[in-house]
């Protein structure tokens, strides 16, 4: 297990995260400190009505389950988010079915992530300024950990304190959405399913010196030092999809 960092210490090291990558890594620390094992960050934009998850960012979860949750569109049928998000507490994901009818779709999604043996975890939403609600989903592993509501409550706090930086430290770049070229988010969808310059030049059909120049570029517009604060900051602006639909 991870070092355990006291609720008190990590909103101090919140307040003082310049990068979203910091603060990302902070989340991981102190939830494995208290026995998590994967991760994941679901960031929604309830100012529009239907529209779908905006970008997920996740550790510990097996590869191929990533790429089929987000690539593949398993995020569509996934229940958990919208139940946490209409409910507004924090649940364990496995009682979703106790908590809302299920659709058929639904229940196909459960079954999936049953088999990839995800485990037991916690489902807590998030609220920000400008309705920029999220979800964390905090996975334990294959046993269901005998928490105290207590402790419950401490991981919703933290989970809270780190959305609220994450929405002070990206606010105000809205107006950036506007000045990303249609190509250049072709580049970033690929980058967010991780895959290396080179490797974007041979799919989307140009020179690596291309595509080095428009990660450059895109870089500056996010005002990014890495793919991963990039990524971050294109959750948070709605530029992996528009109009519902995933940009391609």
Same mark, same amino acid.
């Given at each position: 297990?991870?070092?355990?960092?006291?609720?008190?210490?990590?909103a101090?090291?919140?307040?003082?995260? &310049?990068?979203?990558?910091?603060?990302?890594?902070?989340?991981?620390?102190?939830?494995?400190?208290?026995? #998590?094992?994967?991760?994941?960050?679901?960031?929604?934009?309830?100012?529009r009505?239907?529209?779908?998850?905006?970008?997920?960012?996740?550790?510990?979860?097996?590869?191929?389950?990533?790429?089929?949750?987000?690539?593949?569109?398993?995020?569509?049928?996934?229940?958990?988010?919208?139940?946490?998000?209409?409910?507004?507490?924090?649940?364990?994901?496995?009682?979703?079915?106790?908590?809302?009818?299920?659709?058929?779709?639904?229940?196909?999604?459960?079954?999936? #992530?049953?088999?990839?043996?995800?485990?037991?975890?916690? #489902?807590?939403?998030?609220?920000?300024?400008?309705?920029?609600?999220?979800?964390? #989903?905090?996975?334990?592993?294959?046993?269901?950990?005998?928490?105290?509501?207590?402790?419950?409550?401490?991981?919703?706090?933290?989970?809270?304190?780190?959305?609220?930086?994450?929405?002070?430290?990206?606010r105000?770049?809205?107006?950036?959405?506007?000045?990303?070229?249609?190509?250049?988010?072709?580049?970033?969808?690929?980058?967010?399913?991780?895959?290396?310059? &080179?490797?974007?030049?041979e799919?989307l059909?140009?020179s690596?010196? &291309?595509?080095?120049?428009?990660?450059?570029?895109?870089?500056?517009?996010?005002?990014?030092?890495?793919?991963?604060?990039?990524?971050?900051?294109?959750?948070?602006?709605?530029?992996?999809?528009?109009?519902?639909?995933?940009?391609?």
């Amino acid at each position: 297990m991870a070092q355990r960092i006291s609720l008190d210490d990590f909103a101090r090291r919140c307040s003082g995260c &310049t990068e979203v990558t910091e603060l990302w890594e902070l989340v991981i620390g102190f939830f494995r400190g208290r026995g #998590a094992v994967r991760l994941s960050f679901h960031s929604n934009d309830f100012k529009r009505p239907g529209w779908p998850p905006l970008g997920v960012q996740a550790v510990g979860y097996p590869e191929d389950w990533t790429n089929r949750y987000i690539a593949g569109g398993l995020w569509r049928s996934d229940p958990i988010p919208e139940v946490a998000r209409r409910l507004g507490r924090t649940f364990w994901w496995n009682d979703v079915g106790k908590l809302t009818k299920l659709t058929p779709q639904n229940q196909e999604y459960l079954d999936i #992530a049953s088999s990839y043996g995800l485990g037991h975890g916690l #489902a807590i939403p998030l609220y920000g300024p400008n309705m920029f609600d999220a979800f964390l #989903a905090v996975g334990f592993g294959p046993t269901r950990p005998d928490l105290l509501p207590s402790a419950i409550f401490e991981m919703q706090c933290a989970a809270q304190i780190s959305h609220i930086r994450y929405c002070d430290m990206t606010r105000g770049s809205d107006r950036l959405v506007q000045n990303v070229s249609p190509r250049e988010l072709e580049v970033l969808r690929w980058i967010a399913r991780g895959k290396s310059n &080179t490797v974007i030049a041979e799919i989307l059909g140009i020179s690596k010196h &291309t595509v080095d120049s428009m990660v450059r570029r895109l870089f500056d517009k996010l005002d990014a030092n890495d793919r991963t604060t990039a990524v971050l900051k294109a959750v948070r602006l709605g530029l992996l999809y528009v109009d519902g639909k995933e940009v391609s």
